[in-house]
Nanobody, 122 residues
Framework: QEQLVESGGGLVQAGETMRLSCEAS????????MGWFRQAPGKGREFVAT????????LYADSLKGRFTITRDNARNTVYLQMNSLKPEDTAVYYC???????????????WGQGTQVTVSS
């Protein structure tokens, strides 16, 4: 069983950068593909990015390619989401999640963190 804890959220101005972290407490972190999702106020949760077990494979939401980068450090049981040129529409609760396969669909993810709030002011 993996427990996932996100950190790094907060309030930033438009155009700034932020890095989110998600640390897993289980012993099998490197067996899971890891993903980031987000949920904006009044909207459903949407896919952001995912990374393979080795870190060599990644997928991104088309609208976020070029601004967001997902990486992982298996030695630290941690996955990161680097967010650049942030926009007010990036305001959301960001969740990390673990999956057995590299997928963008939520139902493929078996473990979820509690989320961290990201607020981008204009």
């Amino acid at each position: 069983q993996e427990q996932l804890v996100e950190s790094g959220g907060g309030l930033v101005q438009a155009g700034e950068t932020m890095r989110l972290s998600c640390e897993a407490s289980g012993s099998t972190f490197n067996s899971y593909a890891m993903g980031w999702f987000r949920q904006a106020p009044g909207k459903g949760r949407e896919f952001v990015a995912t990374i393979s077990t080795s870190g060599r494979g990644t997928l991104y939401a088309d609208s976020l390619k070029g601004r967001f980068t997902i990486t992982r450090d298996n030695a630290r049981n941690t996955v990161y989401l680097q967010m650049n040129s942030l926009k007010p529409e990036d305001t959301a609760v960001y969740y990390c999640a673990a999956s057995y396969r590299l997928r963008s669909t939520q139902r493929e993810y078996v473990y979820w963190g509690q989320g961290t709030q990201v607020t981008v002011s204009s």
